[in-house]
């Protein structure tokens, strides 16, 4: 497994733009496909991205495509999301999560790893 901190969050004006830091510690962090999932008071949680141990594929919510881009590093064991155009609906508690195997998947249930979460609040 691999232990996972998000940073990045914060409050920001309908339309601006954050990037989301997620660092990981372990040697193995490359074997994992890694994604971003959010969840908003009184909600479920929710798939937002997810990227596989390459960095070659990516998918995206519906709600976010095009918005959002998620990419990662290897060589410094980090994923990235960044968020432009934000809305007020994006407002969540944002978790990064690692499933040990090379591929995407977009249910939270098949990740291993997750982190605390960083809190995005979107002003109107």
């Known amino acids: 497994q691999v232990q996972l901190v998000e940073s990045g969050g914060g409050l920001v004006q309908a339309g601006g733009s954050l990037r989301l830091s997620c660092a990981a510690s372990?040697?193995?962090?490359?074997?994992?496909?890694m994604g971003w999932f959010r969840q908003a008071p009184g909600k479920e949680r929710e798939f937002v991205a997810a990227i596989n141990w390459s960095g070659g594929s990516t998918d995206y919510a519906d709600t976010v495509k095009g918005r959002f881009t998620i990419s990662r590093d290897n060589a410094k064991n980090a994923v990235y999301l960044q968020m432009n155009s934000l809305k007020p609906e994006d407002t969540a508690v944002y978790s990064c999560?690692?499933?040990?195997?090379?591929?995407?998947?977009?249910?939270?249930?098949?990740?291993?790893?997750w982190g605390q979460g960083t809190q995005v609040t979107v002003s109107s």
């Open positions: 372990g040697r193995t962090f490359s074997y994992h496909a």
């Open positions: 999560a690692a499933r040990y195997a090379p591929d995407i998947r977009i249910r939270d249930y098949e990740y291993n790893s």
